[in-house]
């Protein structure tokens, strides 16, 4: 019965536990920002990893999520109230404000944020992390400063693919669901752009980009236990990153929207 | 001179060390033994500030190992060379990056004396010509040699080795053992090992320090624990695990 009681109570704690420790990781983080001579190159290299590497999912998945935007319009113009070249800007806005960014975070959090709880696990599963320190290395601006820097340079340029694949996505499937020419798809995109809608989008993917990469790179950090130990702390990086974008869309959309 | 006092370290609600203290004079060689997840590796990382102790002293020299920034801490280490218990080589790194790294941050090696100290140091540890070869291309006694290069490359005063040669087959473990002695005699070097492998103690060490219960159960020479009568020190010795059963 007390154990009942008890284990939310202990959730609790060793939530703002994690929380306590991820802050401090963040904090040194951002200490490390002085000694970039040391982490350029590693950006550069992780820029690689992170971003070129990821554009083939990116658009692929953006693509479709377009198309299905569009064969939903679609489907419910049916009614005939609604002329159908609105189905540019339904398709734009959705894309531009929440799809890209939202699709590009989720996807990255299972590429890129498993990889990086992966690949720092490892690391400090295998004693690695303690070998770079022990020759002076400071390991937060060596393993981890790169991956997030890259990620917030890389995620908004992934957010502008997506926009790009969605749009056409959407235009795609409206040609061949519902009949609207290209000249009217566009027509609809135009009358209902906002610049500030596209800015926003790329907003929330540097937001995207930061949050996932330096969760897993925490998660990463502080796993324990050998090669299980690598594995539920992938698993728990995915989980937290998929809750915490969600709510970050949330929060972001309350303050700038 | 390496010299530990008072030591304590616990882990969430374990208590790994409680109150361990040592000198290790210049040029010793010695043995930390102790069974499995006692502490050990906990103990050797507080010598080069890699773990900070509850309460106690680490002095490395005239340096209070665990009051210093991470910055002071860079001369500590620039001494003591560490191998870690699989090697710890980075994965995404050659053999020869991996040693270039160390050289890097703690010498003032330039670009040629860089590359003569990696080829020395592989050579020493009878690695030659693996410069361009990846660790997950090595097997378990190569990564640990890597390693062993890795440590010595930096011209450590003080080489700390973390079970060099557990899990390592018999031949293995012989020549990693002559390797160790080698070096030591060689370099002028401080040794301090830890293990559990008998073998390794009785053939590189000249003093051993057991660890048991968190304190020091036993310090003193190989000849001398062959000999010691404290049951403890007896079961871990002839590896009968049946001497305590009454006191369990
Ligand atoms: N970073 C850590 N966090 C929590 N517990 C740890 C940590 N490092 C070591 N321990 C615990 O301390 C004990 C001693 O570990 P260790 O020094 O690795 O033993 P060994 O003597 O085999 O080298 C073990 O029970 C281990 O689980
Ligand atoms: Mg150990």
Redesign the pocket.
Known sequence: MLRILIYPIHIFIHFFEGLAEYVLLMTKMFRSVKSWNLYLGFTADQMVNIGAQSIPIVMLTSLFSGMVTSVQAAYQFESGFVPTWFVGSIVGESVLLELAPMITGLVMTGKIGATITAEIGTMRVTEQIDALESLSFDPVSFLIMPRVLAAAIMFPILVIVADFCGILGGLFAAQHAMDVSAQEFIRGLRTWFRPWDAWFGLIKGIFFGIAITSIASYKGFTT?GGAEGVGKSTTSTVVISCMVIVLLDYILAEIFL | MINVKELYKS??K?D?LKGISFKINHGESVAII?K???????LLKHLIGLIQPDSGEVWVEEKLVNTLSFTQLQSVRAQCGMVFQFGALFDSMSVEENIGLALSKLSEMNKEEVTQQISKSLAEVGMENSEKLMPSSLSGGMKKRVGIARAIAIKPKYLLYDEPTTGLDPVMTDSINRLISKIHKQEDVTSIM?THELRTVFEVAERVIMIHDGKIKFDGTPEQIKLSNDIVVQQFISGNSTLLETEA
């Open positions: 324990e | 882990f969430e374990k790994v102790g499995s997840g006692i502490g050990k590796s906990v830890v």
